[in-house]
């Protein structure tokens, strides 16, 4: 198993929050090189956190639990 950045993970999850967004959006929010993005969005995608529909990434009901659960634990824990 390939390792992960926990940030870069949290960073892509917490930009779905506001809606379904254009992949190269996210891409350029994510702040990694191209082919990075793709290997975290697969990862995203084969947990069942991210789908792609229709030229838009959005979070699946799974992900936005996480994704809303991550906010909330940042935001009690370190006032973001």
């Not at 390939?2 to 892509?12: E, G, H, Q, S, T």
């Not at 992949?23 to 350029?28: E, P, V």
């Not at 929010?29 to 069942?48: A, D, H, I, K, T």
């Amino acid at each position: 198993m390939a390792k992960y950045d926990l940030d870069v993970i949290a960073r892509i999850l917490l930009a779905l929050l506001d809606g379904p967004t254009r992949r190269t959006s996210l891409y350029y929010r994510s702040r990694l090189s191209y082919p990075r993005f793709v290997q975290y969005l697969s990862l995203l995608e084969e947990r069942g956190l991210v789908a792609e529909r229709d030229g838009l990434v959005t979070l699946t009901e799974k992900g936005l639990k996480a994704a809303a659960e991550l906010d909330r634990i940042l935001d009690e824990y370190l006032d973001f």
